[in-house]
Each structure stands twice: as C-alpha cells, then as structure tokens.
C-alpha cells in the first residue's frame, strides 16, 4: 500500500487536504507539524497523517489565538 493510500485507509488527513481547509500553503502545515502544534503521524519517509480531531482541536487553539492577537492590536491611524 501507498503512503497516501495508508493515509486514507487509516482515515487520516493529508498534509495537502489540511493546507485546503485552513487556506494556507503546505509547507505552512509542515511548520505547524514541526513546531509541535499541529499533532501528526509519520508514514513512511516523507507522508504525515493529520486525525480529524486533531485538526479540530488545532482549530480551535489556532482560531482562539488569532482572534486574541487580533483584537489587541490597536489599530493605525485611528485615535
């Protein structure tokens, strides 16, 4: 079996289908993997799997973070 193909069969996500549903690249994902803050499964020599529930709760973590950074920007040119 392939590694994309023991991807899916696991029902794991790739590292291209999370890049698609947070509209960032690849290699984004490779860094959030790397860092730590994306939870993956190696398989085989260059293939992550991401589990759904995994991405959920990095979703969660990502959003909550982004917002809070977000909101305490001030705001340029505005008094």
Do not use: C, N
């Given at each position: ?8 069969s ?5 590292t ?17 993997i ?46």
């Open positions: 079996m392939t590694a994309p193909g023991a991807i899916k696991r029902g794991l996500l790739s291209g289908e999370v890049a698609e549903k947070m509209s960032v690249h690849r290699s984004t994902v490779w860094q959030w790397s860092s730590g803050a994306l939870k993956a499964q190696k398989i085989g020599p260059k293939y992550m799997g991401i589990k759904p529930s995994d991405l959920a709760e990095f979703e969660r973590r990502y959003v909550q973070d982004v917002g809070s950074a977000a909101a305490s920007k001030p705001k340029k040119g505005r008094k």
